[in-house]
């Protein structure tokens, strides 16, 4: 059995269901998994390592269900730290006390 490897796959119309991304990238398969984020306009598809870079070579910056996708492999996820934007240092502010008025 042969490896896959992770596409990402951006700029998917909402409307876009896992069953239309496989279909997309069957030529490059077997498929192994199609997953659209709803919502988000991005998914990704587990496909072949040997058939990577030709289906990035042929679908990335065409138009699909009227969207000009992005195609490339997918990176690996990075852990988030909670809390979004904020410092370690708590409290309200920009962390700068040395300010003088």
Do not use: C, H, K
Request: net charge positive.
């Amino acid at each position: 059995m042969s490896q896959t490897t992770s596409l990402f796959v951006g700029n998917l119309s909402y409307s876009t269901t896992a069953e239309q991304l496989r279909e997309l990238f069957a030529p490059w398969g077997p498929v192994e998994d199609a997953r659209v984020v709803e919502g988000r306009g991005f998914g990704f598809v587990d496909i072949p390592s040997e058939n990577l870079q030709a289906a990035i070579d042929a679908t990335n910056g065409q138009v699909f269900m009227g969207r000009t996708i992005t195609v490339n492999q997918a990176r690996p996820r990075t852990e988030r730290r909670e809390g979004g934007f904020r410092s370690d240092r708590g409290g309200y502010g920009s962390g700068r006390r040395d300010r003088r008025w």
